[in-house]
């Protein structure tokens, strides 16, 4: 990258983060559906602790120690060597097909139920597509400028949801007699809940592929992911807490019902804000998640294992190649008819984030001298402990998978399938350049 090239600093970085993440409390109506308040507070605060915080931990390592670009696929080529580096990206951007079409949609859907006529026929679709190239033009501009208008994004959709837990707060102050239902909704499931929250609690490592553009990125990696782990769970935890001591019923939680809550208890008003910070957070996590998956591409590509094409990049030291194709793939993902199917993500997801807890205790054997600003306490049983917890959840998203279905089978064997595509496109990739990648193995090894 140019060396005058704006980098990001903590603040725009945690934004980045917050965005690939969460980008607000979108997403927790059907944990709220399923499990009931009591419930769904309590898998929102204890699963931190299991599933994001040892992840922030391994990042921070991880990501301190080796500042490349390509964050978590230079990690586990470094310690496990090309293929399963390979195998990393792989499983990330197939994961990205699914994830990435829905944002899009999100972002039509709440638009529409303020200005219906907008999204009305092939005007969503049009819409969906204006989504996508807003944050390719956006991206173009590189990743300070991404990150810092996270941050007025962050502010400004965050707004609303901090009135509405205000309103509802002192609405439970003024009606005390109110009785909040701490029971389980009618139709009610725990193990679809805690899969939809670990869904709302994952891609940490999303924010790593950009290392080369992040300014102190040994010091600020640790700093902003603990952070920002910590503002996604106040985010998610204070609006349930508020409205459930504002006595709604669990059984009225679907998608979308933020915007009814916002209406019982602030009015039109804020009901209409709600839907707004809604497209706009669809907006946003579109935009931070391309700044993020673009770079995959690009860090493989330098290894010699796509196309040179993929090298290129503008004034800005964007990689615009792999920007503008990346787009493409979502944007023919918009046509096809797949819900957002959280199993086949988190099961894609889980087996790259594995990959990287394996890479965790490999360096640590391996490259015990490794300089690394910042050091999960401890020696290596502390660094195997860590990754226990993430590992037990995947285990068990992939043994629920078995039970949805996707394209005639179960969400798990599709998976699975996808997963085996892998290997598959590293023969064939490897074939396309061995000369490069040759190269690229022995800079690893220097």
Request: charged residues 15%.
């Amino acid at each position: 990258m140019q060396k005058s090239v704006r980098k990001l600093r903590l603040l725009p970085l945690l934004a980045g983060a917050y965005y690939m993440v969460s980008g607000g409390p979108y997403g927790l109506e059907d944990i709220i559906g399923m499990a009931g308040y009591g419930r769904a507070l309590l898998l929102l605060v204890l699963l931190p602790f299991v599933w994001s915080l040892p992840t922030a931990l391994m990042i921070g390592e991880l990501a301190s120690a080796i500042p490349l670009e390509g964050g978590f696929y230079a990690w586990v080529r470094r310690a496990l060597g090309p293929f399963w580096g390979f195998q990393e990206a792989w499983l990330s951007l197939a994961a990205s097909v699914f994830d990435m079409a829905i944002y899009p949609t999100i972002f039509t859907e709440y638009l529409g139920r303020v200005a219906p006529f907008m999204t009305a026929g092939h005007r969503g679709t049009l819409l969906q597509l204006l989504v996508i190239l807003l944050a390719v033009l956006w991206n173009l501009r590189g990743a300070a400028a991404v990150g810092e208008g996270s941050v007025w994004m962050m502010i400004v959709s965050l707004s609303p949801f901090a009135i509405l837990v205000l309103i509802a707060l002192g609405y439970a102050v003024r009606h005390p007699a109110v009785h909040a239902y701490a029971g389980l909704p009618v139709q009610h499931t725990i193990s679809g809940a805690l899969l939809v929250a670990m869904w709302n609690y994952m891609g940490w490592d999303n924010a790593t592929t950009i290392a080369a553009e992040v300014e102190e990125p040994q010091r600020n990696y640790p700093r902003a992911m603990i952070r920002a782990a910590v503002l996604v769970m106040f985010v998610y935890c204070l609006p349930l807490l508020a409205v459930w001591l504002g006595g709604l019923s669990p059984d009225r939680f679907t998608t979308g019902a933020w915007v009814d809550a916002a209406k019982v208890f602030g009015g039109p008003l804020l009901a209409a804000s709600i839907v707004f910070v809604g497209s706009i957070d669809g907006l946003g996590t579109f935009t931070a998640l391309t700044m993020s998956y673009t770079r995959l591409p690009f860090a493989m590509a330098m290894d010699g294992l796509l196309p040179k094409v993929f090298t290129r990049v503008n004034r800005a030291g964007v990689p615009w190649v792999c920007i503008v194709a990346c787009a493409t793939a979502w944007a023919l993902a918009l046509g096809l008819t797949f819900e957002r199917l959280i199993s086949i993500d988190l099961v894609l997801y889980g087996a790259s984030l594995l990959l990287e807890y394996v890479a965790l205790v490999v360096l640590r054997l391996r490259e015990p001298e490794m300089k690394r600003p910042f050091r999960i306490p401890g020696g290596l049983w502390t660094a195997i402990a860590v990754g226990i917890g993430p590992a037990v959840l995947i285990f068990f998203a992939l043994w629920a998978s078995r039970e949805e279905r996707a394209y005639g089978m179960s969400a798990m064997v599709f998976s699975l399938l996808i997963a085996a595509v892998g290997p598959v496109l590293y023969l064939f990739c490897r074939n396309c350049s061995p000369v490069a990648a040759r190269e690229g193995v022995a800079a690893d090894e220097t």
